[in-house]
């Protein structure tokens, strides 16, 4: 489930979310937002930006969290945000007895939207605010996310030369614009399979989401998860998105999920 974000957080939290771990389930997917997570142990982590696919050991965890804003890590736990890259960590690691004070109000709420509640009340009583994301990375990610602009190019566009702005995005995001430009590419991917007609080939859905080709799709993705983009975006139905377009008059197949193969991420948390 995902729960709404207070427009108060809006720029430091992406989305609020609860899940259940299952058996048999996929790995979390590579993802450059860090999020902070209760556990169903009662356990309060940090989740740092992933560049590679993380496997949860337990099936049957329940989990409430928040995602964050790209850029968002050093304002919310105060910390560059490349010492949590691909870690996971203890929240009183970085907010001591304010995170313990969160485990013990987690543990006497009611239910899981509660607990999503407190982890945002808890955001604000850092007194973190959106306008301490630095506005260059704020800048790079939107650069990044719809065009292909160099990174050179984008660092004059604020001012700065490319090894600045590579520096002030290992801090604020966690990994170098590259990396960022490589996994915001892995999301559109995903995000547009999602509402993908069946007649939607590969082809097309690696030139939409800024791919060179289907090659290099698939070189991508099996960097990034490991897996071939149609183990990634395996139909609910059992049936891969299809690698060339259907031939006319063919029968579609209705409906389409990403996670059908087990994968999960921050944004795609909609199964139960």
């Known amino acids: 489930m995902v729960w709404p974000v207070r427009p108060d957080l809006h720029g430091l939290v992406d989305l609020g979310f609860s899940v259940r771990t299952r058996r048999g389930s996929g790995p979390v997917l590579p ?8 556990l169903g142990d009662g356990t309060v982590r940090v989740c740092g930006p992933r560049t ?5 050991r337990r099936a049957g965890v329940d989990i409430v969290g928040l995602a964050l804003a790209l850029g968002a ?22 907010w001591g007895s ?11 709420a009611p239910d899981e939207g509660a607990r999503a509640a407190l982890l945002q009340q808890a955001v604000l009583a850092r007194g973190a605010d959106a306008s301490g994301v630095d506005p260059s990375v704020r800048h790079l990610v939107r ?13 004059g566009e604020v001012g700065l030369s490319e090894r600045q702005l590579r520096r002030r995005c290992e801090v604020a995001v966690g990994v170098p614009p590259s990396v960022l430009r490589r996994l915001l590419r892995l999301h559109r991917f995903l995000d547009s399979a999602r509402t993908a007609s069946a007649q939607t080939s590969l082809t097309d859905l690696a030139s939409g989401a800024g ?26 139905a059992g049936r891969p998105i299809r690698s060339r377009p259907r031939p006319q ?21 909609t199964r139960p």
């Open 73 to 94: 890590v050093p304002a919310v736990l105060g910390v560059p945000a490349h010492v949590l890259t691909d870690r996971r960590v203890h929240l009183h690691d970085l």
């Open 52 to 56: 590679r696919p993380w496997a949860p």
């Open 211 to 236: 791919y060179a080709d289907q090659a290099h799709l698939s070189r991508e993705t099996r960097a990034l998860t490991g897996r071939s983009p149609s183990q990634c975006l395996a139909r609910s």
């Open 249 to 269: 008059g063919l029968p579609s197949v209705p409906g389409s999920a990403v996670g059908g193969a087990g994968e999960w991420t921050w944004t795609h948390l």
């Open 98 to 108: 304010a995170a313990t004070e969160l485990v013990e109000r987690t543990a006497g």
């Open 143 to 155: 650069r990044l996310g719809g065009t292909d602009a160099g990174v050179r190019a984008i660092a």
């Open 31 to 38: 993802d450059a937002r860090a999020a902070v997570v209760r």
